[in-house]
């Protein structure tokens, strides 16, 4: 009882030390709170993950877990009933602190919640068509995105690329076994699946299993194409294999905000957006497939998929996963939105108000970031099967 009482008293304390620091000290308190050390020490590192051990997997084949759901309502005529493909699906930024410069993987932790939240809203768009491999990483801190010390954000993304590569390893020589596949991934994950492809992919035997690679969420410049690239294209069409899908959405009005890093053969470069206006930016419309400028109907639209997002502020502030898991998805939506890519790269779509898919984030550049996927949930699914089925077709 007394030991109850003493946690009690502490998450008591813990969360009015906290709305003390909001009321009184604002954001800038908050953020410091959050945020890493000074200085990224590599002795402070959490251990590597283990990939011969199933908890570093969150989602495998062999696991019941929320990438195998469905939405109600989806079409699933043209699924694969035993799944020819592989993904390899690389997760985003769910790990915001407080703590050190990369995630400790711990499912008692906030970012947590934010991986189930991304199996569900992503990784099971492909579950019609493939088995799905996604590794536990030590993810960086969201401060390596938006923190002044590039050395200390390059450090931290490094560790995090680091095991991702030894889990992309694991998966080719373990579970692949040379079966065709595709690299799925989403935000910081696709920094990483960037540079995976780069240095493990492009113009090796190995690409020849490349049926597709899904980067979604970021900034891809075309000069990362030209510089990073010798034999990897950007997809242009619905069918063709071995390519990139790239986009970034927003809505009516938006704009190009922030710092994106690179990773390039002379390492990271950190790029503001006014320096990716200038490289212009790639964008593949989720829609048509297509890199031109033409808008896409919403007849177009075959179905958004809306997940609540479980983890809140509160859970953040704590570092605490509230545990909660998706046992099965809603219904999808339908004809909800055009999509045009635009000059500077950004994928822009119909505002969405009043509805399961407004930006409740209600940020200035009107980007639906955590949205990439479920909005274009349905088109993405189909995609990824007539893909493998164009792969297959090619490669019999």
């Known amino acids: ?11 008591l304390s813990s969360v009015v030390l906290l709305v003390v620091l909001l009321v009184g000290f604002g954001k800038t308190a908050v953020f410091a709170y959050l945020a890493p050390p000074a200085t990224f020490n590599i002795t402070h590192a959490p251990q590597a993950p283990n990939y011969q051990d199933d908890y570093f997997w969150v989602s495998h084949p062999n696991k019941a877990d929320s990438a195998d759901l469905l939405p109600v309502g989806i079409d699933t005529t043209e699924d694969y009933a035993e799944s020819p493909v592989d993904v390899f699906f690389i997760h985003s930024t769910g790990y915001v602190g407080p703590g050190g410069w990369n995630s400790t993987m711990s499912n008692k932790n ?47 993304l ?27 991934s989403h935000s910081q994950g696709s920094a990483h699946a960037l540079r995976l492809l780069e240095q493990e992919v492009d113009g090796q035997a190995l690409q020849q299993q490349l049926v597709a690679a899904y980067v979604v969420g970021y900034w891809l410049p075309k000069d990362k194409l030209s510089r990073s690239f010798s034999s990897i294209k950007l997809c242009e069409s619905a069918s063709q294999i071995g390519c990139i899908i790239s986009y970034d959405t927003y809505g009516e009005g ?39 400028l033409q808008q896409a109907s919403s007849e177009r639209h075959l179905g958004a998929m809306p997940v609540e997002f479980k983890r809140t502020p509160l859970d953040m502030l704590l570092a605490r996963n509230p ?3 998706f046992t099965k998805l809603p219904p999808i939506t339908k004809y909800l939105t055009w999509a045009q890519c635009q000059a500077d790269g950004r ?15 209600d940020q200035n ?5 955590v949205l990439d996927f479920s909005l274009f949930y349905a088109n993405l699914r189909q995609n990824a099967v007539h893909r493998t089925q164009s792969f297959l077709q090619q490669h019999p």
């Open 1 to 11: 009882m007394q030991k109850a009482l003493k946690i009690g008293l502490w998450v």
């Open 110 to 156: 906030s970012e947590a919640q934010s991986i189930e939240y991304m199996l569900t809203s992503m990784a099971s768009i492909y579950n019609g068509c493939c088995r799905i491999y996604a590794p536990h990483y030590r993810e960086a801190h969201l401060h390596s995105f938006i923190s002044d010390d590039l050395i200390a954000s390059s450090q931290a």
């Open 158 to 184: 490094d560790l995090a690329y680091s095991d991702v590569k030894a889990a992309f390893d694991y998966f080719l020589t373990h579970f692949n076994r040379g079966r065709p596949f595709m690299i799925v």
């Open 254 to 292: 938006g704009k190009l905000e922030g710092r994106v890093p690179h990773w390039y053969a002379s390492g990271w470069e950190f790029n503001t957006d006014e320096q990716q206006k200038s490289k212009s930016i790639v964008c593949v419309n989720p829609l048509s497939w297509r890199t031109d």
């Open 323 to 325: 545990g909660y898991k």
């Open 347 to 361: 994928l822009v779509i119909k505002q969405q108000q009043n509805n399961a898919f407004a930006n409740h984030l």
């Open 365 to 369: 550049n009107r980007s639906y970031h």
